[in-house]
């Protein structure tokens, strides 16, 4: 059974920094999309930053471009997200999400994805 459990949330003032995690396991697939998605209330789930393993290519939003960075940890089977530069507008929660079938990052559609953690907070104050 696929598990992800994603940490590391938190509240920090405006410029600060922090570093999301999320945890695999019970994953089999050799190659697999994986990355960070972000939602407020009201409003849709966005993908935020992500990584076909099976080239490493990599996708970032617009919004967070040159100040987030995602990486991976093979050997601890977690996927990070390095949050740097953290505005008000990017209080969310936070998902880290997996898809074996996808074979490209190049757009980030939450619907497309079927292993999801559970979430953590990330409130940005100004």
């Known amino acids: 059974q696929v598990q992800l459990v994603d940490s590391g949330g938190g509240s920090v003032q405006a410029g600060g920094s922090l570093r999301l995690s999320c945890t695999v396991s019970?994953?089999?697939?050799?190659?697999?999309?994986m990355g960070w998605f972000r939602q407020v209330p009201g409003k849709k789930r966005e993908g935020v930053a992500g990584?076909?393993?099976?080239?490493?290519?990599?996708y970032y939003a617009d919004s967070v471009k040159g100040r987030f960075t995602i990486s991976r940890d093979n050997a601890k089977n977690t996927l990070y997200l390095q949050m740097n530069s953290l505005k008000p507008e990017d209080t969310a929660m936070y998902y880290c999400?997996?898809?074996?079938?996808?074979?490209?990052?190049?757009?980030?559609?939450?619907?497309?994805?079927?292993?999801w953690g559970q979430g953590t907070q990330v409130t940005v104050s100004s």
């Open positions: 999400a997996a898809d074996p079938w996808l074979v490209t990052i190049a757009t980030m559609t939450a619907s497309e994805y079927n292993y």
């Open positions: 019970g994953y089999k697939y050799n190659s697999y999309c």
């Open positions: 990584i076909y393993t099976g080239d490493g290519s990599t």
